[in-house]
């Protein structure tokens, strides 16, 4: 093949055949629509975290006990809690009830468990490529700390990271004990919505085993 | 020379077209395949997890599943559970007037020779709680014991650590009875008895109880996940089920027939009903009757066919000209009289009264969490409401999400173009934005003007109950509510029923459930019923001279065609003497009756009745208390007082004798010789007699040989079993759990896609530049 040397020639469309017109055409609705794909993809990423910015003004608002506030007049949610793990510097609002809308803005905490810090399994389940894209990077050990509407901060210690089914799980959300469980979709690089689910344990430090353990390390 | 030239030119170009021609093809055709797998994977993902659910076949169960009481194993599929052995089942109710106080008796056994956690399962009707409970577990004997629900916990966790057998009954939801059951070693025969009591149900001079025997649905999930083996690269591939020996986990299916002889029930009913009695049949089962006297039957249930697809039903009539439409019944415990009253209103009255006029206020929720089936479901319901009101009625139709519309702006006739017009409407409703209800609930009860004369004011209200200020709602319906009643419409499959039943009780209306599509005619036409015929209202009880402490339920709930008031009441002190007051009003009419307390028949189980009600009172009351904690005391007071599980108070089983050397075994034939006081076990083992002779002669003769053993090692194939007792509770543990939402979005997935596609787009203009240019030098 030889190079172009035709840069900046000028082309009639009265010269292309019939043929050629079919490519051309072809060529740019396959290309338009490859750009709304684009555009819809970064959409839904700008969307997660532009939302984190009003939902981290509702929550200091329901801090300073305005009451359960909503972060936009039309938001069907409240937030609940903040997670952070500081070790590698993360942090998100959690809204309250997991649905496709909720999980669009925030991580979700399931409504039906205990909420972090009580009696039992709390369950906090976020997307992998968005606002839980940091789960697999923590590691057993690791603080994980949730800021409660209440004002009250849990701290969690992280366990080991496991995979199962959305359905088959293994969480017990009446467990004895008070203990959290980070979920999120595996495996992290897929591009493909599927059954399973990397899921990270942790329990409760309590306050005063908290206390002492800090000067230790 | 010129022409060869110009010949080769158009060869090449020829040439270089099609050869483009393959490459935009090919492209195209890539593009294609990429969509096309991308599209069948997430479809084959959604059809695996929609198969998961429906499959039905025999052997698997889930606890939610269960119609009748059963023993539960973890099974080798998550999530699953399999059905013990059922090796006797004695069933014991007595009737004595207007209660029926049931006792079940259940021998199981583990057949496989591993240990296991198991979970017992009994359906409880409403209104009912379980406050005895006894069992043996291989050679231990455990008693239940109510305590306060972390007390409870405490010695259920110690005595597990311990090693020892333990069983723990907490309240999860009101009418299933779930309890767990720790230590459970290889070949343990596992023996159940509970006791509870339940109101006779009566309507329209019928009186009935019914007895849970319907066998669970058998699930075999679909594979989990299939792995694909590729060998030699010829592209053809065998996917291997992670399921070993998928067929041999099937068992046969249980036909009723085989069911019947593979788990034995025997059921008597001692049938006291207190009045002369007219006829009694069991429509679905064969039974043996006799009388004794004319108000008394026994009953027993044929051996020879015990048909697993239906409920036992007792159903009883009073003799002709006899029927019963007062009662007043009474138990004196620990120095108080409870009283139960019931009253069936005339039926006469309403007959020639024309139907009320209705008013009804629509209030549909369209926010955000509909969106999806549930706004359809609602859609619908609403459309079905409308079209069904009649000429004479009036009605509203309000919408809220965080923004609220009142579509007629007040009360309008239900003309056919006012019906028209609100359905229209509500068929364009789009759910989205939040959920403000107060406002909504405010404008329906306040803002409708005042109630026409002799008419009915009805507030309909559909949503999902995605609400946090449950108190404020409650508050509101209580006490603004006036003359209207409030029904409330669940939609979807996981609605806030707590509040929306609460919210029905407070609005003295009731509450439907709507959980699919193919649900709304049925239910809708249930509350149709309902709406239109009310057969008595503002029904209230005083007593005259003896002080009423606690009359419950408290509000009365309205009457619907048929069925009587049924009250239950404690009084401070024995032997009251004085007149129960019962009023209410059908349409127009004032209907008023007395009663004489001290002419009340003795009855048994009156106090746990009211006792049970009495939590539920308290219960509701919640909201209005600033002090949640006083609740849970009154609640926890009540509930020790009379021996009742609550959501405060647990039963916890604790070991109370070792009766039986250690290694002295346990076999089938025998019947453990010294059993602690007050139990009664015999029943559910070996052969004793019947208490009434059974003509169809012995069941056991039919019994295919083996029939028993194939199940038992069925069973046992499909057990999770440890091979410890610690071990055992760690399997149980993984069965129970909540489902985890979809946590990807097709973010990236989307860019990807959409980078190809530019991808191509961008190599078709570029060749079609290449092929101009070349042409142009050429040309």
């Known amino acids: 093949m030889s190079m172009p040397q035709t840069e900046g020639r000028p082309m009639l469309p009265g010269r292309l055949d019939r043929f050629e017109t079919l490519i051309a055409a072809t060529a740019a609705v396959i290309g338009l629509c490859g750009l709304l794909f684009v555009g819809h993809g970064f959409y839904i990423k700008a969307k997660a975290q532009l939302a984190q910015v009003l939902l981290a003004r509702s929550f200091a608002a329901e801090l300073a006990g305005e009451g359960p506030s909503r972060p936009w007049p039309w938001a069907d949610f409240t937030t609940a809690a903040r997670i952070s793990a500081p070790r590698i510097g993360h942090s998100a609002i959690v809204l309250a009830g997991a649905n496709g809308e909720t999980l669009a803005f925030g991580p979700a905490w399931l409504a039906t468990t205990p909420q972090p810090g009580d009696e039992g399994t709390a369950v906090i389940a976020a997307h992998r490529d968005t606002h839980f894209s940091w789960l697999k990077d923590v590691r057993p050990g690791d603080r994980i700390e949730v800021e409660r509407a209440d004002g009250r901060t849990m701290s969690f210690v992280a366990g080991q990271g496991r995979v199962s089914r959305w359905d088959e799980n293994g969480i017990d959300i009446a467990a004895h004990g008070k203990h959290l469980a980070l979920a999120t979709c595996w495996p992290f690089d897929s591009t493909e919505r599927g059954p399973l689910r990397y899921i990270l344990d942790a329990r409760l430090v309590e306050p005063e085993q908290a206390a002492a353990e800090l000067p230790a390390s | ?779």
């Open chain 2, 1 to 779: 020379m010129f022409t060869n030239n110009e010949n080769a030119a158009r060869r090449i170009r020829a040439q270089r077209s099609s050869s483009a021609l393959w490459i935009a093809m090919t492209a195209l055709l890539a593009t294609f395949a990429a969509t096309g797998s991308l599209l069948t994977t997430t479809q084959l993902a959604r059809a695996e997890t929609a198969t998961t659910a429906t499959v039905e076949l025999s052997g698997l169960v889930r606890p939610n599943d269960m119609n009748s009481g059963a023993l539960l194993f973890p099974s080798k599929e998550l999530g699953y559970f399999v059905e013990a052995p059922r090796l006797k089942t004695d069933v014991q109710i007595d009737v004595s007037g207007p209660i029926a106080r049931v006792k079940v008796t259940q021998r199981f056994q583990n057949p496989s020779k591993g240990w296991v956690e198991g979970t017992y399962v009994f359906p409880l009707p409403d209104d009912s709680a379980v406050d005895e409970l006894r069992m043996q577990i291989g050679d231990r004997f455990i008693e239940g014991q109510i305590k306060p629900r972390e007390e409870a916990r405490q010695i259920y966790e110690d005595a597990k650590a311990e090693g020892k057998k333990a069983a723990l009954l907490e309240q999860q939801r009101p009418n299933i009875f779930t309890n767990q059951v720790a230590n459970i070693g290889p070949g343990e025969t596992i023996v159940v008895q509970i006791e509870y009591q339940q109101a006779v149900h009566q309507s329209g001079g019928e009186f009935s109880l019914r007895f849970p025997m319907v066998v669970a649905p058998r699930y075999n999930p679909a594979p989990i996940v299939q792995s694909v083996e590729f060998n030699g690269g010829t592209g053809f591939a065998v996917t291997n089920d992670p399921v070993e020996n998928r067929d041999k986990i099937e068992p046969p299916v249980l036909d009723p027939e085989n069911n019947a002889k593979i788990n034995p029930v025997s059921l008597t009913v001692n049938l006291k009903a207190g009045f002369p009695l007219g006829e009694v049949k069991s429509p679905f089962h064969d039974v043996t009757l006799t009388e004794p006297d004319a108000q008394t039957r026994l009953i027993a249930l044929k051996a020879s066919a015990v048909p697993a697809d239906r409920d036992f039903e007792l159903t009883w009539k009073a003799a002709a000209g006899k029927t019963p439409t007062a009662g007043l019944f009474r138990e004196t415990v620990a120095g108080r009289d409870y009283l139960m009253a019931f009253v069936t209103p005339p039926a006469t009255q309403q007959d020639n009264a024309a139907p009320a006029k209705r008013e009804v206020v629509f209030v549909i929720d369209n926010s955000g969490s509909m969106s999806g089936p549930s706004i359809e479901q609602a859609r619908a319901s609403l459309a079905l409401a409308i079209s069904n009101l009649k000429a004479g009625d009036r009605f509203n139709v309000i919408r809220f999400d965080d923004t609220m519309t009142d579509f007629f702006q007040g009360l309008v006739p239900a003309s056919a173009d006012n019906r028209e017009r609100a359905i229209a409407y509500v068929r364009g409703l789009t759910a989205d934005g939040g959920t403000e209800m107060l406002p909504a609930l405010q404008a329906a009860l306040r803002n409708q003007g005042p109630v026409a004369q002799g008419a009915l004011r009805q507030v309909v209200f559909l949503t999902d109950g995605a609400i946090g200020n449950e108190g404020q709602l409650f508050g509101e319906i209580d006490g603004n509510r006036g003359d209207a009643r409030v029904f409330t419409v669940g939609i979807g499959s996981a609605p806030n029923t707590h509040f929306m039943t609460k919210a029905a009780e407070f609005g003295r209306g009731t509450f439907t459930h709507i959980g699919s599509e193919d649900q709304v005619a049925t239910r809708m036409g249930e509350l149709f019923g309902k709406l239109e015929h009310p057969a008595m209202t503002d029904i209230a009880a005083t007593f005259d001279q003896a002080k009423a402490e606690n009359i419950t339920p408290n509000p009365m709930p309205d009457l619907y065609a048929g069925e009587p008031v049924v009250l239950t009441a404690e009084l401070p002190q024995a032997n009251s003497a004085g007149k129960l007051l019962i009023t209410g009003r059908t349409g127009d009419q004032p209907w008023r009756v007395e009663m004489s307390i001290d002419q009340a028949a003795a009855g048994k189980g009156i106090a746990k009745l009211w006792a049970r009600r009495k939590i539920d009172d308290l219960e509701a009351s919640g909201y209005r208390v600033n002090d949640p904690q006083a609740i849970d005391r009154q609640i926890e007071t009540v509930a020790m007082t009379h021996h009742l599980v609550s959501r405060v108070t647990s039963l916890v089983a604790v070991d109370v004798t070792a009766t039986r050397p250690k290694n002295e075994p346990l076999t089938d034939t025998d019947v453990p010789l010294n059993l602690p006081e007050g139990w009664d076990f015999e029943k559910v083992y070996g052969e004793q007699k019947p208490i009434l002779p059974s003509p169809s002669g012995d069941r056991d003769a039919s019994l295919p040989a083996g029939t028993l053993q194939q199940v038992a090692m069925e069973t046992a194939e499909m057990m999770a079993a440890a091979p410890t007792a610690k071990t055992a509770s760690l399997l149980a543990k993984r069965s129970v759990g909540v489902n985890l939402p979809q946590t990807a979005t097709p973010a990236d997935r989307h860019i990807l896609i959409g980078l190809m596609m530019m991808l191509i787009a961008l190599a078709a203009i570029f060749w079609l530049r290449l092929r101009r240019a070349s042409l142009f030098r050429r040309g």
